[in-house]
């Protein structure tokens, strides 16, 4: 339903909103404290295991009070304990105090009941300094592994140019040798060339023992090289199509910390997460017609970009300079990316709702993703690995009650896996 | 020279090998296990516009549905301020889900407090998101239930995402954080 259209009033919403923004960055710096006593007493407590912009071993701290208030509705008291004794507030059960210790892997923050309430102050006062540096986005949201096998990677890489050199050497050589023996023959000058000795070639060939250690070396190692190249067929690990829109992750669920489930709300409940409809990009690229110069990067110019929003409004049929729908709408065709084969059967609400199993675990960095891409094998060895490993989540469910019981008293156990659970149980995943 | 030639193509079989994001899936073993002879999820289908996900036919309904009858207009929503009210009673009414629905779609735009501030606020990619307690608004739990169902304005609907019951939902963890930016 549609009364007024928004961006034709949007000097007055610009004014209105700079109030906001001013009423609001003024309570951010009405702080009382000492930003450059902070920075001391920053540098000397906590830098070990925070920085400002930055994860380390606890969170990134800048706009720590503001962000906590925001998202979390915490006050300064729960600072002030949080930092003099984080782990009793732990143990007094606080919910966020709990959230955030587990998703550090229960990494223990130190406790510094020295600090007075105006040390606090001042350190807060630090942390809510903006950055100096031109403005970069904010730190990306959602505490995704991204060291995941980045080191595997570049050992691959190292290998691979080491081999590359050894193999330029080698060529090098032969021609060096090559050129040497011509310039040897134009001058006449012999070259020695015992008689007797039989060329090194002929004698390998002539010695048994080493021609079957080198045929069975030669076997070996191409059954390994065809082994992997068949195991990888049917794998579509890395596979990165061209989208008919230059959609980026990168930019909507990282920069701007947009919810996975605002887009992909089925997953909440179903077993596909479904690819958006339309109509929820327009809910947003109603009001958002082009992108800030800032979004821009080397690779992609903002004329891009804005050319990609113009394809979204041909799709949807909206004419944006009359603010409304033509009626031609057009669908999009989205190129599937994670595909199990027909016999397998995988369901999103199972995982993501009843176990709590983050997105990224799957789906890999995806807030980091310019481009989409597959991280995870899906094969059946890597459904099964996590089976094994990861532990139902049966508190608050019900549900799981009495089948915990009997279940733990039968394996001896405190916590299930899903695999005892019969998630390795053929007819679970294929019908 | 022709062992250079051999070489290099080795050298480049090597590279090209070691790269493994590509544009184009990989090779299948026994493709007729792996491919659907029915159809797939959002894959193409012989209907007149060529997509598997049809619009229900008309007339057909949810389980469990309720129809709405007020309309998308001022006056709908007028009468829906004036007269709907949550269906939802106390015992019903879960503020834990309500957040978390409320986070992932609204909080975007309104902020978790639901102040006006949110992320793309901040950021300044959308302007003009009122405040709960906006006192000219007054909205209450039945004009709530109208914008989430139809939008308003520059804010679109939310029916697609939110079944019924969880539209009342986060309309009651609207009036509390309402409540809370009135105190």
Same mark, same amino acid.
Request: some cysteine; glycine content about 8%; hydrophobic content about 35%.
């Given at each position: 339903?549609?009364?007024?259209?928004?961006?034709?009033?949007?000097?007055?919403?610009?004014?209105?909103?700079?109030?906001?923004?001013?009423?609001?960055?003024?309570?951010?710096?009405?702080?009382?404290?000492?930003?450059?006593?902070?920075?001391?007493?920053?540098?000397?407590?906590?830098?070990?295991?925070?920085?400002?912009?930055?994860?380390?071993?606890? /969170?990134?701290?800048?706009?720590?009070?503001?962000?906590?208030?925001?998202?979390?509705?915490?006050?300064?008291?729960?600072?002030?304990?949080?930092?003099?004794?984080?782990?009793?507030?732990?143990?007094?059960?606080?919910?966020?105090?709990?959230?955030?210790?587990?998703?550090?892997?229960?990494?223990?923050?130190?406790?510094?009941?020295?600090?007075?309430?105006?040390?606090?102050?001042?350190?807060?006062?630090?942390?809510?300094?903006?950055?100096?540096? /031109?403005?970069?986005?904010?730190?990306?949201?959602?505490?995704?592994?991204?060291?995941?096998?980045?080191?595997?990677?570049?050992?691959?890489?190292?290998?691979?140019?080491?081999?590359?050199?050894?193999?330029?050497?080698?060529?090098?050589?032969?021609?060096?040798?090559?050129?040497?023996?011509?310039?040897?023959?134009?001058?006449?000058?012999?070259?020695?060339?015992?008689?007797?000795?039989?060329?090194?070639?002929?004698?390998?060939?002539?010695?048994?023992?080493?021609?079957?250690?080198?045929?069975?070396?030669?076997?070996?190692?191409?059954?390994?090289?065809?082994?992997? +190249?068949?195991?990888?067929?049917?794998?579509?690990?890395?596979?990165?199509?061209?989208?008919?829109?230059?959609?980026?992750?990168?930019?909507?669920?990282?920069?701007?910390?947009?919810?996975?489930?605002?887009?992909?709300?089925?997953?909440?409940?179903?077993?596909?997460?479904?690819?958006?409809?339309?109509?929820?990009?327009?809910?947003?690229?109603?009001?958002?017609?082009?992108?800030? /110069?800032?979004?821009?990067?080397?690779?992609?110019?903002?004329?891009?970009?804005?050319?990609?929003?113009?394809?979204?409004?041909?799709?949807?049929?909206?004419?944006?300079?009359?603010?409304?729908?033509?009626?031609?709408?057009? /669908?999009?065709?989205?190129?599937?990316?994670?595909?199990?084969?027909?016999?397998?059967?995988?369901?999103?609400?199972?995982?993501?709702?009843?176990?709590?199993?983050?997105?990224?675990?799957?789906?890999?960095?995806?807030?980091?993703?310019?481009?989409?891409?597959?991280?995870?094998?899906?094969?059946?060895?890597?459904?099964?690995?996590?089976?094994?490993?990861?532990?139902?989540?049966?508190?608050?469910?019900?549900?799981?009650?009495?089948?915990?019981?009997?279940?733990?008293?039968?394996?001896?156990?405190?916590?299930?896996?899903?695999?005892?659970?019969?998630?390795?149980?053929?007819?679970?995943?294929? +019908? | 020279?022709?062992?250079?030639?051999?070489?290099?193509?080795?050298?480049?079989?090597?590279?090209?090998?070691?790269?493994?994001?590509?544009?184009?899936?990989?090779?299948?073993?026994?493709?007729?296990?792996?491919?659907?002879?029915?159809?797939?999820?959002?894959?193409?289908?012989?209907?007149?516009?060529?997509?598997?996900?049809?619009?229900?036919?008309?007339?057909?309904?949810?389980?469990?549905?309720?129809?709405?009858?007020?309309?998308?207009?001022?006056?709908?929503?007028?009468?829906?301020?004036?007269?709907?009210?949550?269906?939802?009673?106390?015992?019903?009414?879960?503020?834990?889900?309500?957040?978390?629905?409320?986070?992932?779609?609204?909080?975007?735009?309104?902020?978790?407090?639901?102040?006006?501030?949110?992320?793309?606020?901040?950021?300044?990619?959308?302007?003009?998101?009122?405040?709960?307690?906006?006192?000219?608004?007054?909205?209450?739990?039945?004009?709530?239930?109208?914008?989430?169902?139809?939008?308003?304005?520059?804010?679109?609907?939310?029916?697609?995402?939110?079944?019924?019951?969880?539209?009342?939902?986060?309309?009651?963890?609207?009036?509390?954080?309402?409540?809370?930016?009135?105190?």
């Amino acid at each position: 339903m549609r009364k007024v259209i928004h961006r034709k009033l949007s000097p007055n919403f610009l004014r209105l909103s700079l109030v906001f923004l001013l009423a609001f960055t003024t309570v951010l710096s009405a702080q009382e404290g000492d930003p450059a006593k902070g920075k001391s007493l920053f540098n000397a407590n906590c830098a070990a295991c925070h920085k400002l912009d930055k994860k380390m071993t606890g /969170p990134a701290l800048r706009n720590v009070e503001a962000r906590l208030s925001e998202e979390e509705g915490l006050d300064r008291a729960w600072l002030y304990a949080w930092i003099r004794n984080s782990s009793g507030v732990i143990k007094s059960g606080d919910a966020y105090a709990n959230k955030i210790y587990n998703e550090y892997g229960g990494a223990a923050m130190t406790a510094f009941p020295q600090l007075s309430d105006d040390d606090i102050n001042n350190l807060l006062a630090y942390t809510a300094e903006e950055k100096q540096a /031109p403005v970069e986005a904010a730190a990306p949201v959602g505490g995704a592994e991204t060291s995941d096998n980045s080191g595997g990677i570049s050992n691959e890489i190292i290998l691979g140019a080491l081999a590359i050199l050894f193999i330029l050497l080698a060529a090098g050589l032969y021609l060096v040798n090559k050129t040497l023996r011509r310039f040897a023959n134009v001058q006449g000058i012999d070259l020695p060339e015992g008689p007797g000795k039989t060329p090194l070639w002929k004698a390998f060939v002539q010695n048994q023992f080493l021609m079957i250690v080198v045929a069975i070396f030669f076997l070996l190692s191409s059954a390994y090289f065809v082994y992997g +190249y068949l195991s990888q067929i049917g794998v579509d690990q890395g596979y990165q199509p061209v989208q008919p829109i230059h959609y980026s992750h990168k930019i909507h669920a990282g920069d701007n910390g947009i919810d996975c489930k605002y887009c992909h709300s089925s997953a909440r409940v179903s077993k596909h997460s479904g690819i958006p409809s339309l109509n929820v990009c327009m809910n947003c690229h109603k009001s958002i017609y082009e992108v800030s /110069p800032e979004t821009a990067t080397e690779e992609y110019s903002k004329e891009f970009y804005d050319g990609e929003i113009k394809k979204l409004y041909a799709a949807a049929g909206w004419d944006d300079a009359e603010q409304k729908y033509t009626g031609e709408a057009q /669908p999009v065709k989205w190129v599937r990316i994670h595909n199990l084969p027909d016999f397998a059967y995988f369901n999103h609400s199972q995982h993501v709702t009843v176990a709590g199993v983050e997105c990224q675990t799957c789906h890999g960095p995806v807030e980091e993703m310019e481009v989409m891409y597959q991280h995870a094998p899906l094969t059946m060895g890597w459904c099964i690995n996590c089976h094994r490993e990861t532990d139902v989540n049966v508190k608050d469910n019900a549900y799981y009650t009495k089948i915990h019981e009997e279940l733990s008293k039968k394996y001896g156990v405190e916590n299930l896996t899903a695999a005892q659970m019969g998630g390795l149980e053929c007819g679970k995943c294929h +019908y | 020279m022709k062992s250079l030639i051999k070489i290099l193509v080795l050298a480049v079989v090597l590279v090209s090998v070691s790269c493994n994001k590509s544009t184009a899936p990989n090779y299948q073993f026994m493709p007729n296990m792996y491919e659907s002879a029915g159809y797939e999820t959002y894959g193409e289908a012989a209907f007149p516009n060529g997509v598997e996900a049809q619009i229900p036919a008309e007339g057909s309904i949810p389980r469990g549905f309720v129809p709405f009858d007020i309309e998308n207009s001022t006056a709908g929503y007028d009468l829906a301020k004036a007269t709907l009210s949550n269906p939802l009673d106390s015992t019903k009414v879960d503020l834990n889900r309500g957040k978390e629905l409320y986070d992932i779609y609204c909080g975007i735009c309104h902020g978790n407090k639901g102040n006006g501030q949110g992320n793309l606020v901040k950021r300044e990619k959308i302007l003009g998101i009122p405040s709960y307690d906006d006192a000219g608004r007054a909205i209450n739990a039945g004009s709530i239930y109208h914008t989430i169902y139809y939008g308003k304005n520059a804010m679109g609907s939310y029916a697609n995402q939110l079944n019924e019951e969880e539209r009342w939902q986060v309309v009651s963890y609207v009036l509390k954080l309402k409540a809370d930016l009135e105190k």
